[in-house]
């Protein structure tokens, strides 16, 4: 059973580089998330999806876009790196969002540094 | 938009103490509340879930407590183990939003032998 699989672990960037974060879920949770962790900050939202071809904008979502073609893949585009979007990324599901029963479940984060 | 505060930031404890963890949040209509455990260079994972209906939840050696009018949350770890050393993060969501989680910035605990 994998879970919340992302993909790549790490990656560097340049800055003005072009990337794609995968996730993906064997759960069939019809949300699925995006966070960004940074020191001092804690975790914030990026982008979620409550279903397939549904997608709504989180607290911080300036320089990523988003797609949900399928219920199992969530995949975060960084449109022109920039040196302020260094940070671990950590991709979630649940059934329900959590904001109802269902716990979220994570997966084990992507660390992007954009030099 | 919710605020979530955990105290303390940090803590180092001996093994075999019971040891409590705070969260508090600004906006009480929360359908429930979740703890996770973060260990090093890892993601998440869920620890408790508590329904706004619920006032504790058990698991093991922990305890979980909710609060909602006073917008407080706490969860109890019993004789602690180093194995318990991990940052621990509480979450609520956002008013009735559905998707919006606010997590809190953790506490750190140490578990020395």
């Known amino acids: 059973n994998a879970g919340v699989t992302q993909t790549p672990k790490f990656q560097v960037l340049k800055t003005g580089q072009s990337m794609t974060l995968q996730c993906a879920q064997d759960?069939?949770?019809?949300?699925m998330s995006w966070y960004r962790q940074d020191p001092g900050m804690g975790l914030r939202l990026i982008h979620y999806s409550v279903g397939a071809g549904i997608t709504d904008q989180g607290e911080v979502p300036n320089g990523y876009n988003v797609s949900r073609s399928t219920t199992e893949d969530f995949p975060l585009r960084l449109l022109s790196a920039a040196p302020s979007q260094t940070s671990v990324y950590f991709c979630?599901?649940?059934?329900?969002?959590?904001?109802?029963?269902?716990?979220?479940?994570f997966g084990n984060g992507t660390r992007l540094t954009v030099t | 938009k919710q605020e979530v505060t955990q105290i303390p930031a940090a803590l180092s404890v001996p093994e075999g103490e019971n040891l409590v963890l705070n969260c508090s949040f600004t906006d009480s209509a929360i359908y429930n509340l979740q703890w996770f455990r973060q260990d090093p260079g890892k993601g998440l994972t869920s620890l408790l879930l508590?329904?706004?209906?619920?006032r504790e939840q058990t698991s093991g050696r922990l305890n979980a407590s909710l609060d909602k009018s006073s917008g407080r949350s706490t969860l109890y770890i019993a004789a602690s183990q180093p194995g318990d050393s991990a940052t621990y993060l509480c979450a609520v969501p956002g008013g009735s939003t559905l998707g919006r989680l606010y997590f809190g910035r953790g506490t750190q605990l140490t578990v020395w032998p």
């Open positions: 979630a599901s649940s059934y329900d969002g959590g904001s109802y029963n269902s716990p979220l479940h």
């Open positions: 759960m069939n949770h019809e949300y």
């Open positions: 508590i329904q706004s209906s619920q």
